[in-house]
């Protein structure tokens, strides 16, 4: 895939779409009819959300996504994980997100993953599948030593507006984090993403234009490019 390296990456979100310099990656929720059309500003990942848990089963989940793999829709798979304060049982989440964790594994294909109050459970199935790909963890807000927990295990992190938010300790130590282990999102709130770019190259100390080139380094580095 040619990914321009003086683009703007917007890593994770829903239904925004890209400015003329902007690649954006698109979340689709695997219950629904995908209808995607590929370009080359317009990449997808694909999973069932830990919220819809009780939407599929195991068969219909490795079918639908085996599916979108073989036919080169999607380059990660996910958002899967799971959250505690929201959707099914704990146990129901963690099994939905091993048939995940499997496919991704068979494909070598990374794994977008939203954790809410799972940190802990995230990093004990991380080294109970011995899984050997990448994991991104989308929308983190965790603390300085959770942070650089995942890092020192491998992960990556993505961040959103909480960088830009006095109430956030993300946004006090964000300038610490490695910057060949970060992404920048929107997920799915009305951001705009150069401006999330401006504020990072700020508190790091880069230029925009180094920012876009290492994020998109970091992307064909997790897509193994």
């Not at 999102?185 to 705009?192: V, Y």
């Amino acid at each position: 895939m040619n990914f321009p390296e003086n683009y703007y990456l917007n890593f994770h979100a829903h239904q925004q779409m890209p400015a003329e310099d902007e690649v954006v990656i698109q979340s689709k929720f695997l219950q629904e009819d995908l209808i995607i059309n590929n370009n080359d500003r317009i990449f997808f990942t694909a999973g069932l959300h830990p919220w819809h848990s009780d939407v599929l089963g195991e068969a219909e989940i490795k079918s639908k996504l085996e599916e979108l793999v073989r036919s080169k829709t999607i380059i990660a798979i996910g958002e899967t994980g799971i959250d505690k304060l929201k959707g099914p049982g704990l146990d129901l989440q963690t099994n939905i997100f091993k048939y995940h964790i499997e496919i991704a594994d068979k494909y070598n294909l990374p794994l977008i993953i939203h954790s809410v109050k799972a940190h802990n459970e995230i990093f004990k199935l991380k080294k109970e599948t011995r899984s050997n790909v990448p994991w991104v963890i989308h929308h983190f807000n965790g603390s300085k030593q959770m942070a650089f927990d995942f890092i020192e295990n491998g992960f990556y992190l993505s961040v959103c507006h909480h960088i830009k938010s006095k109430s956030s300790k993300l946004s006090e130590y964000f300038c610490d984090l490695p910057i060949e282990k970060i992404f920048l999102e929107t997920d799915d709130f009305r951001i705009n993403i150069k401006n999330l770019y401006e504020l990072a190259a700020l508190k790091m100390g880069v230029s925009i234009n180094t920012l876009k080139k290492q994020l998109i380094l970091n992307l064909k580095t997790l897509l193994n490019e």
